[in-house]
């Protein structure tokens, strides 16, 4: 019975990691190259842990931190060569799943959360938002027990944005009426 999909064989895995890894800006670990280039049924993340010591090993890819890699000049060089090969869908697949993980990294370095365990038992959570220029925020909130330290650290995660701009509405709102 013939596969459907884009990956057929080991050599389709290597030339979707290589597109994939050429368009990341950051190194990506083996778990990050997979569920990136898992826009095709027949890829298996065995697959990919099959191919990328394969393309260390070749000089495609390099390991630049424990367990993170990323793309080599070589592997640049042999992926502008063959990602014609790859079918236009998955290809679009790929390029929008790169775009989110470029987007989600970029956002986590510009977040920051730290729980710490107080004298009396309490945790303080201190949480910051950073953009190129500097920190735009730090905050520092009291937790009761460690369960709502680490929630309240995991929702600032997801709403640091929103939290920033409502503080700064609150306050400058306040300014307008000091103006009167």
Known sequence: MQRLGFIHDMMD???LILFVTSRSNYPMTVQEIYEVCYVDDCLS?????????EMVNSGHLQ?????????????K???ALTEDSIAFTVKQK???????YNRQIRRSSFVKTQ??????????VIMSLDDET????????????QRQAVRLSKLFEKKAE???NLTMTELLDEEDDLDE
């Open 13 to 15: 895995v290597k030339v």
């Open 45 to 53: 993340y065995f697959d990919v842990c099959t191919a990328v010591p």
């Open 63 to 75: 390991e630049v931190e424990e367990g993170k890699y990323e793309i080599t000049p070589k592997g």
């Open 77 to 79: 060089e042999t992926g």
């Open 94 to 100: 790929a390029e929008n799943a790169i775009s989110r």
């Open 115 to 124: 729980v710490v365990q107080r004298d009396g038992g309490d945790y303080s």
């Open 134 to 145: 500097g920190n735009l925020m730090t905050l520092e909130l009291l937790a009761p027990n």
């Open 162 to 164: 929103e939290i920033y």
